[in-house]
């Protein structure tokens, strides 16, 4: 018999892995607090925007290997294997991770435990909550050690979240016993040649951090470069393009602009600092406070370009903001650079309109004091300056001549590198981009 599998915590991670388990042919069960979110799950809507993840869920319903509940009993009493996805967000006022979801989940499944059975963290964690929560399963699970703790992080992206989970490049299996490894493996039999790194829990923990804190670098660096191509009238696109034909450098995350945002870098490079700290390692990572300052520096110079194009001030100035979440092909506004900035121009007296494909709602919900255009050309309708602060492929391809007949002035500013700048010239615009001439 194949295990039988429950997910705790429904969001992009739980959602996805527990839709895509369904799929590979696993019976499972997955599990949220918020009783709304599991009456739209069962009902096959999905609570967030995640491209391919509905029709998965959908046949995972229909199939009736997929189901959700908000009973911890329900879920005890079912599974084999129990992944923990919940949230582990930033601390407020503190770089520091907030664990408690994670707590609570442990708190809310050990006490129902009564049988052999494997709890898995996939959620991001600093380093040591995995051997502190195996100490807390061992002692709330009437199973003692017969339910066991595995970590096994998981490294996937908004936007490609079913895809990165059939298809990781690896997976890490942070295990104390033979039987955990062997049931994992099973676990993830069906993805067919996977590498697989078998680690203590204390480096499984340590790869996902790791990893972030490397992308975070190498978009931090493109953008460090670009602000040297900026004082010395270079151009960085031309730069990055040329660096990235050496192999060991590689072109990917290497796109300068607006820098990174969204549920996971920004975070999980501050709480890898915090914890670091902790660890009495601070030095080994004082150059992400770097990399975080780097990257909220992006947003600030492109405040300072679209307030020089305004003329000095955002005064009697509207501005036309195409973006708002954190990245294109996704509804997430969370540390979005796009609304970080829009809100700043407001804050600096800007009229700002701000129009997105899919986040508009979001950011609406977040900023109902800004306004907001139902299309590209509604939000810069009369605009003196435009900024292209996401890059969805809809503003890559908008007609400058159309956008030109619709705005004050032909001014924009390109957040993204996103667009063909022959192009917009041409169309008779005053075209600037971070990091170019
Ligand atoms: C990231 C990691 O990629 C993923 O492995 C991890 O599990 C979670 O965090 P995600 O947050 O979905 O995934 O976004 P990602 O696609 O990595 O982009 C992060 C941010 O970096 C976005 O704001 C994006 O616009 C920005 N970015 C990315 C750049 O500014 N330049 C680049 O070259 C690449």
């Keep these: 018999m194949p295990y039988r599998l429950t997910v705790i915590g429904t969001g992009y991670l739980g959602i996805t892995h527990a839709a895509s388990m369904a799929d590979l042919g696993f019976e ?5 607090v918020d009783p709304d979110k599991i009456a739209r799950l069962n009902a096959g ?15 995972g319903l229909a199939s009736g290997r997929l189901r959700f509940t908000t009973s911890y009993e329900e879920v005890a009493a079912f599974g084999d294997v129990h992944f923990v996805c919940v949230g582990t967000p930033q601390k407020r006022g503190e770089y520091a991770a907030d664990v408690t979801y994670i707590d609570n989940a442990i708190e809310g499944l050990a006490p129902l435990l009564d049988r052999e059975c494997l709890v ?5 964690v600093p380093v040591g909550t995995a ?3 195996a100490d807390k399963l061992a002692r709330l699970s009437p199973a003692g050690a017969e339910a066991e703790l595995a970590w096994n992080p998981e490294f996937l992206r908004e936007g490609f979240a079913v895809h990165d989970t059939l298809h990781p490049d690896r997976i890490v299996l942070g295990v104390r ?3 955990a490894e062997k049931m994992l493996r099973e676990v993830y039999e069906p993805l067919g040649e996977v590498p697989i790194v078998v680690t203590d829990y204390a480096t499984a923990e340590l790869v996902k951090t790791a990893a972030n804190a490397f992308l975070a670098t190498k978009i931090s660096f493109i953008n460090a470069m670009a602000e040297v191509c900026e004082a010395a009238h ?35 490079i501050r709480a890898f600092m915090a914890r670091a700290g902790e660890l009495g390692a601070d030095q080994a990572l004082t150059f992400l406070r770097e990399v975080d300052a780097i990257n909220m520096r992006r947003r600030a110079r492109m405040v300072d370009l679209a307030r020089e194009l ?43 309109t701000i129009y997105d494909p899919i986040a508009l709602d979001n950011a609406r919900k977040a900023h109902p004091e800004l306004n907001y255009g139902e299309s590209a050309v509604e939000a810069v309708r009369g605009a003196h300056v435009v900024l292209l602060l996401t890059e969805w492929q809809e503003f890559v391809d908008l007609d400058p001549e159309q956008l030109g007949g619709v705005v004050a002035a032909r001014r924009i500013v390109d957040g993204r590198n996103a667009l063909d ?10 075209y600037r981009a971070l990091g170019r001439p």
């Design 45 to 59: 809507e999905l609570p967030i925007h995640e491209p391919g993840l509905e029709p998965v869920l959908r046949r």
């Design 421 to 430: 700048a022959e192009n917009w010239r041409s169309a008779g615009w005053h």
């Design 177 to 179: 016993t033979e039987r």
């Design 28 to 32: 499972v069960l997955g599990l949220d």
């Design 120 to 124: 898995v963290g996939k959620s991001t």
């Design 234 to 268: 270079a151009d960085v696109e031309l730069l990055s393009k040329a660096l990235s034909y050496d192999d060991r450098i590689g072109g990917r995350y290497l796109n300068a602009g607006l820098g990174f945002g969204g549920g996971c870098l920004p975070k999980d």
């Design 310 to 352: 305004a003329g000095g001030s955002f005064h009697g100035c509207t501005v036309g903001v195409l973006g708002a979440a954190f990245k294109p092909n996704s509804d997430d506004i969370r540390d979005s650079p796009a609304l970080a900035v829009a809100v700043a121009i407001g804050h600096q007296g800007g009229k700002v």
């Design 131 to 133: 051997e502190r929560l």
